[in-house]
């Protein structure tokens, strides 16, 4: 199957990190959702039955919390390089009760899928880094792939001790469709909130020269009418 992801990461890379304000924003886009996996990650432990699986998953969850503030200090940094320096914002993300909503078998699927997604992904950028001179955002991103390929390789053998090899393979599969289907959701509400924000501008523009005929026609007139 191909690696989609990497390559896509590949292409954009010219794109998502030309600029230090473009960079800033997408390492803060990163650092929210560090922070949002981290939050996850306590609750799982606080959940699942197995005292070996809440150790994992609160060692798991201090490493995001690491990222999340990796990503966040070298973001305040490049937006303060930036020409205009964009509004990044609090370093605050809420959970989403993946582990209350999946399962603990789907829910490890889920976080597995992710890992391995950010993997490639943070592999893509960081070769793109190291080929354009950026040292500091090279090794930022070489620094937290350790923790990304061990991250997807405890959570696979979690899966498959607890349900199997075939098992854990369908699961995967299925949190990858329904991801799929989040973001096309997600993307779909992004969408029609902006159409429906030109929508209504381009009404108010087109009205206001009714708006002045109205006026026109039939002025306003002080005091009693008879």
């Not at 650092?31 to 990650?41: K, P, Q, R, T, V």
């Not at 599969?173 to 779909?188: C, I, K, N």
Request: net charge positive; hydrophobic share 45%.
């Amino acid at each position: 199957m191909p690696d989609l992801t990497g390559t896509l990461a590949r292409i954009l890379s010219p794109l998502v990190w030309r600029t230090p304000g473009h960079s800033a924003r997408r390492l803060h886009a990163f650092a929210l959702a560090e922070h949002g996996s981290m939050l996850d990650l306590r609750l799982a432990a606080a959940r699942t039955p197995s005292p070996l699986r809440a150790a994992a998953y609160l060692k798991h969850a201090d490493d995001e919390a690491r990222h999340a503030q990796m990503f966040a200090r070298r973001a305040q940094r490049l937006a303060a390089d930036a020409r205009k320096p964009p509004s990044l914002g609090p370093l605050r993300a809420d959970s989403e009760r993946l582990f209350e909503t999946l399962g603990e078998r789907d829910f490890l699927a889920f976080v597995h899928f992710g890992e391995e997604r950010a993997r490639r992904q943070f592999e893509a950028y960081s070769i793109w880094f190291k080929g354009h001179a950026r040292d500091q955002d090279h090794k930022l991103f070489e620094t937290i792939l350790v923790d990304e390929r061990h991250h997807g390789t405890y959570t696979r053998e979690f899966l498959v001790t607890l349900v199997g090899e075939p098992e854990a393979r369908a699961a995967i599969r299925r949190v990858a469709r329904w991801e799929l289907g989040r973001r096309w959701m997600r993307t779909g509400r992004f969408v029609a909130e902006r159409v429906y924000i030109a929508t209504m501008l381009l009404l108010y523009v087109l009205a206001a020269p009714l708006a002045v005929l109205v006026r026109l026609a039939r002025p306003i007139r002080r005091g009693w009418q008879k």
